[in-house]
C-alpha cells in the first residue's frame, strides 16, 4: 500500500545588499557607501552566509534587493553570484535581482544572465524629470531609456518596473503618463507603490516641517486610476501594489504572502525559517563582526507559532486579488486555537462591503483593497 509522500512547502532566499550611491529621499532601507573594503569584507562574509544555508530543501526562489543589487561591479555579482550558487544543490526556478536605472551596464547584465537570473526589477519611480529631483532620485529620465535598451537587449525572460505615485505636487495626469510610458516599455511585470513617510527619512522630515502633505483623497483616487488603467493596457492586478501580464507574477513574493518559509542573508536581512522570524543587524559592522566571529548574529527574534502565522497569512492572503480559502489556511495551522474572532471579523468587514465571501473563499471588494492597511490592524487587534 503505497502512501502519497507531501511535498516540501516552497522555500525562498533573499539576500540584501546594503550598498547605495546615494539615499534617496523616501528611502528606510538600510545602507552604506560603497567603500571599497567594506565590499570586500560583505563579499567575504557573504561566502559564509550561503555556506549556511539549509541543505536539506531546495531552494525555490531567490530575490536581491537592498542598495541596489545593480550598485556592484561585474565582478562582485560574479562572486556573488557564484558563492550563492556553490550552495545549493539546484539552481533556482527563479531569481530577481533589483536594479537602479543609473547602475545598469551591458557587462552587469552579461554576468547576471550568465549566473542564471530570470528577472530584473528597475526602480524607475517616474519619467517625470522634476517628480525624480523632488524624490531624491539620481537618474534622469534619458538614463531609463539607455538602461531598458540594455535590459531588452541581455534577453531576460521577466522584467519589472517599479513605479512611485502619490508623489508631493504629481498630478494624475502626470500619473497615468507614468504608467502608459512604463506599459508602452513591455514589461510582463509592473509594480505602483504609494509614497509613504517612512521615520528618519528626508521625506519625513519635509512632512514634520509642514513642507509636504499627506492626502488621503487623493491617494485613493490615484490608486483607483492605477487599477483601471493598468487592467486596460493588459496588466492583471495579483496584489495591491503588483500587476502582470500571464506568467509574469513573481513567485517569490507570492510565497512569502502566502507564509511559506524564507532565508534571509546580509545586513539587515530579515528570515522566516525554522519556527522563528528573525533579522541580520542593520549594520554592517555588527553584521560582520557576528559572521566573522561564527555566531551568525539575530536580532528581534520571535518565536512562530500557529496563531501568528494563520493571522499573517489572513492579513497578506487578502492582499492578494485571489484572496484566502479560510479553511485551507486553518488545516495548514491546526494549532492557531479558537478561530471565531477571526471569523467575526471577516463577517463584520462582508457586512460592511469590504470583502466578498462565497463559501470559506474571501476576496477584498475594490473598497476594501482600498483600506487594506485598516483591515489589517483591526483583524490584528
Known amino acids: 500500500m503505497s502512501s502519497q509522500v507531501k511535498e516540501p512547502a516552497p522555500l525562498g532566499l533573499y539576500v540584501h545588499v546594503p550598498f547605495c550611491a546615494s539615499t534617496c529621499d523616501f528611502c528606510a532601507f538600510y545602507q552604506e557607501k560603497p567603500r571599497r573594503g567594506d565590499l570586500e569584507r560583505y563579499l567575504a562574509a557573504m561566502d559564509l552566509e550561503f555556506a549556511a544555508l539549509p541543505q536539506d530543501r531546495k531552494i525555490e526562489t531567490v530575490f536581491w534587493g537592498g542598495g541596489p543589487p545593480g550598485l556592484l561591479a561585474a565582478k562582485d555579482l560574479e562572486r556573488l553570484g557564484r558563492s550563492q550558487l556553490k550552495n545549493l544543490a539546484h539552481a533556482p526556478s527563479e531569481w530577481t535581482v533589483e536594479m537602479a536605472p543609473s547602475t545598469v551596464k551591458a557587462d552587469k547584465l552579461a554576468v547576471l544572465r550568465d549566473l542564471g537570473v530570470t528577472r530584473i526589477s528597475m526602480g524607475v519611480q517616474s519619467f517625470d524629470a522634476k517628480l525624480l529631483e523632488s524624490l531624491g532620485r539620481l537618474h534622469q529620465p534619458n538614463q531609463i531609456y539607455q538602461a531598458w535598451e540594455r535590459i531588452q537587449a541581455a534577453g531576460f525572460p521577466h522584467t519589472n518596473l517599479d513605479l512611485i505615485f ?8 502626470q500619473w497615468e503618463a507614468d504608467i502608459r510610458e512604463a506599459a508602452r516599455l513591455g514589461p510582463d511585470h509592473i509594480s505602483t507603490y504609494c509614497l509613504t513617510f517612512e521615520e528618519d527619512t528626508a521625506l519625513y522630515v519635509k512632512l514634520s516641517q509642514g513642507k509636504v502633505r499627506i492626502d488621503d483623497e487623493r491617494d485613493a483616487q490615484f490608486y ?45 536581512a530579515a528570515s522566516q525559517y525554522g519556527g522563528q522570524r528573525y533579522q541580520r543587524p542593520a549594520n554592517l559592522d555588527a553584521w560582520l563582526a557576528g559572521m566573522e566571529s561564527g ?21 497578506f492572503g487578502l492582499r492578494m486579488n485571489a484572496g484566502i480559502d479560510f479553511a485551507e489556511i486553518a488545516t495548514r495551522f491546526p494549532k492557531a486555537g479558537d478561530l471565531g474572532s477571526l471569523q467575526a471579523h471577516l463577517a ?15 476576496r477584498l471588494t475594490q473598497q476594501g483593497r482600498l483600506l487594506a492597511d485598516s483591515i489589517a490592524s483591526e483583524i490584528l487587534r
Not at 502619490?166 to 495626469?173: G, H, K, L, R
Not at 463584520?348 to 474571501?362: C, N
Request: proline share 4%.
Open 295 to 315: 555566531v551568525p548574529p539575530r536580532e528581534e527574534v520571535v518565536a512562530l507559532d500557529d496563531r501568528i502565522l494563520l493571522t499573517d497569512a489572513i492579513i
Open 166 to 173: 502619490a508623489i508631493p505636487n504629481q498630478t494624475a495626469a
Open 224 to 268: 483607483e486610476r492605477g487599477w483601471e488603467l493598468l487592467a486596460e493596457l493588459g496588466y492583471e492586478q495579483y496584489e495591491i501594489s503588483n500587476f502582470a501580464r500571464t506568467g509574469g507574477a513573481c513567485q517569490h513574493n507570492l510565497n512569502t504572502w502566502r507564509m511559506h518559509e524564507w532565508v534571509g542573508c546580509g545586513p539587515s
Open 348 to 362: 463584520r468587514f462582508e457586512m460592511e462591503k469590504l470583502l466578498d465571501v462565497a463559501g470559506d473563499s474571501f
